[in-house]
């Protein structure tokens, strides 16, 4: 079987390591950042594919990590070069965090084109990507999802089926913004305890033993404290999914005070230049004498 990827940035080209090193036979990368592809694909020996419609004739299973609604969208449906040329007995498997009604599109724009989609949201990070043990979720036709299961199962430790196509996306949106919530209730928590004096060593330590444990204290906790925010899930990605959330909850009468005011949070880091920081970055709008108040930036 014939596997190609589309978006190799930290999660896509983790896992196209990750299915080589399980002995599957990557066909073709494709990426805007043509650098990324070619490194890539020198890197796992196969092409970085210069048009959308490459990968999908080199490949039998084409997955798809990108970025947003739009580019989903584009990469399906632009005029001219797009996934579907051709595409007629292919499966894509979409992995980006997206609105749901997305995934029920492309589903139907993929269908018209003889091919099948499957939705495979990810809870999980860069290095789970590599060891191949990605929490997955999965949305869409049942022959799809048995047809993808064997590859995502070298993917990910947990691999369950949600239902029809956008399902899986709804879950993954309430997972974010879930951890969203408690990524800010943290930072905030850290942030009024070094305000008031207290050892942030032993205020972690009493968070994990009571009511305040959660598993973005095990994750981000530390980094907070030691403002080290290397990326493995970004600031711009947790007003964006956040914004699913919102979105969702809107559509279905919802007030969701805790998430609009998390949004608002993130979107802020985005406006100052933190964008690209880690989620734990948003600390630095909370403890007192960083870049907020003393102009201190990261």
Do not use: W
């Amino acid at each position: 079987m014939n596997i190609g990827f589309v978006g190799v940035g930290r999660m896509g080209a983790n896992m196209a390591r990750r299915l080589k090193d399980r002995e599957f036979h990557i066909t073709a990368v494709y990426d805007m950042n043509r650098a990324a592809a070619t490194a890539l694909a020198a890197e796992i020996g196969c092409a970085a594919s210069q048009d959308l419609s490459e990968v999908t004739a080199e490949s039998d299973v084409i997955f798809t990590v990108v970025t947003d609604d739009a580019a989903i969208r584009e990469i399906f449906s632009s005029s001219g070069d797009n996934l579907l040329v051709n595409a007629s007995g292919k499966l894509f498997i979409n992995c980006a965090t997206i609105s749901p009604q997305v995934h029920v599109d492309v589903e139907k724009l993929a269908e018209k084109a003889g091919a099948q989609t499957l939705e495979a949201c990810m809870a999980s990070s860069i290095r789970q990507a590599r060891e191949g043990s990605l929490y997955l979720m999965c949305g869409g036709r049942d022959d799809a999802f048995r047809k993808a299961e064997p590859i995502l199962n070298e993917l990910g430790s947990t691999v369950r089926f949600i239902g029809k196509a956008g399902e899986a996306a709804k879950v993954k949106a309430l997972v974010n913004m879930v951890m969203n919530i408690n990524t800010a209730g943290l930072a905030e928590g850290l942030a009024l305890g070094a305000a008031a004096g207290l050892d942030l060593e032993m205020l972690r330590q009493v968070f994990s033993q009571t009511g305040a444990a959660s598993r973005v204290l095990e994750t981000d906790g530390e980094d907070m404290q030691n403002r080290e925010h290397s990326c493995f899930f970004s600031a711009a990605h947790a007003a964006k999914d956040s914004g699913i959330a919102l979105e969702l909850g809107r559509s279905l009468g919802l007030d969701l005070p805790l998430a609009r005011a998390t949004k608002e949070q993130y979107d802020r880091m985005v406006a100052e230049g933190l964008g690209e920081l880690d989620k734990s970055g948003i600390a630095e709008l909370t403890f007192k004498d960083r870049h907020k108040y003393s102009g201190d930036r990261v």
